[in-house]
Every structure is written in C-alpha cells, then in structure tokens.
C-alpha cells in the first residue's frame, strides 16, 4: 500500500499570504497525484489532477508541483473563501488520500 | 453536467451488510470508473474501491474481504456492499466519477451511514 502523508496537518494564515501544503508518497508515484478543497459538510472538490494540471474552473492562485514522492500545493495569495481543509490522493496504485491540511484563520 | 446521487438506508446494524447505491444523470456511466470514498466525522477520506463499466474492480486492500461493488449500466447506477459492519464504518460514504488520469470528480453529495444497534 502506498501512503500519503500531509504536513502540516493544521495552518494558520491571513488572507494575502501566500501558503504552501506538502504531500509525501512512501513510493514513487511518477506525477500520479491530485488536490481536493473541501468544506464542512461538502464534497471535496478537485483543485489539481496529474500534480500540476489545474482543473477547468479553479483560480489561478492555486498551483502545484513535484513528482516522485514529493509535492506540493500552493496558494499564491490566500482568499477568504480558501479557508478549508486540503487533501493529496495519489492514484498511481489503486488509490490513497493524505490525512488532511486545515488552513485556519490567523 | 454529470451529477452523483447516492441512497441506501442511512442506519445499519452490527455484523449486517451495508449497501448504498449510486445513480449517475446528465451523463452516460459507460467508459468510466467509478469511485467509492467514505469520511467517519471530523477524519479524512478513506478510498473503498472503484469498478469500471464493464465490471472490473480495485478495492482498497484493507477493505477487500468485506467489499463487493457491481454495476448497472442500463439503469446508469452502481452500487457497493461492504459485508460485517462495525461501529467502526459509521462515516459519510461518497459516490464519484473516476477520471483515472485526472483525478476524482465530480462527487455525490454523501449519504450518513451509522452502524448502531
């Protein structure tokens, strides 16, 4: 089994600051990762697929990068409605998510 | 847009079988996987499994033993069974769209499953 682990698990920010989320893969997982948004009492919602490729309809703040067994997502200048928790799943081997990031406010 | 829906009973009890549908409308469920991904309150989201249109499955191996999933292409639904509940598969179970390359989306709006007696 391939596990995901995310850090932090909690973030404190401000909106305009600029935040960074690390997802980890116990094994290589090539590019085959994607970031989900969700809020309380929603579905998540794809942010990123393929660890870089941003979703039709997602800001443009939002980026990611890495490949192998290191990436990140990140949020160029932090909005009001970007307070959620973040999740990484991988999908090179079945499938697996992070345990989560909440971004808080500061 | 494709939109998910899943149903089922909402309460289960221990060492029964929890069975939840999924229906798929605004689009054709064949050429897909799809997806089921559960979420106990205030923890993060576990994979269960995904099956194609033409039958075929990956199941998460924690869950293999207990987990059956089918699909009805003519109804445009897919379903899951997870065999000998406990309390400990009490969450919000989610059905989705499984792009395979491209992520997961979109996703059902979740239905509670509790397993109490």
């Known amino acids: 089994d391939i596990q995901m682990t995310q850090s932090p698990s909690t973030l404190s920010a401000s909106v305009g600051d600029r935040v960074t989320i690390t997802c980890r893969a116990s094994?290589?997982?090539?590019?085959?990762l994607a970031w989900y948004q969700q809020k309380p009492g929603k579905a998540p919602k794809l942010l990123i697929y393929?660890?870089?490729s941003l979703e039709s309809g997602v800001p443009s703040r939002f980026s990611g990068s890495g490949s192998g067994t290191e990436f990140t997502l990140t949020i160029s200048s932090l909005q009001p409605d970007d307070f959620a928790t973040y999740y990484c799943q991988q999908y090179n081997s079945y499938s697996s998510f992070g345990g989560g990031t909440k971004v808080e406010i500061k | 847009q494709v939109q998910l829906q899943e149903s089922g009973p909402g309460l289960v009890k221990p060492s029964e079988t929890l069975s939840l549908t999924c229906t798929v409308s605004?689009?054709?469920?064949?050429?897909?996987?799809w997806s089921w991904i559960r979420q106990p309150a205030g923890k993060g989201l576990e994979w269960i499994g995904r099956i194609y249109t033409s039958g075929s499955t990956n199941y998460n191996p924690s869950l293999k033993s207990r987990v059956t999933m089918s699909v009805d292409t003519s109804k445009n639904q897919f379903s899951l069974k997870l065999s000998s509940v406990t309390a400990a598969d009490t969450a919000v179970y989610y059905c989705?769209?499984?792009?395979?390359?491209?992520?997961?989306?979109?996703w059902g709006q979740g239905t509670l499953v509790t397993v109490s007696s």
């Open positions: 605004g689009g054709s469920i064949s050429s897909y996987y």
């Open positions: 094994q290589s997982i090539s590019s085959w």
């Open positions: 393929k660890a870089s």
């Open positions: 989705a769209r499984d792009v395979y390359t491209a992520g997961i989306d979109p």
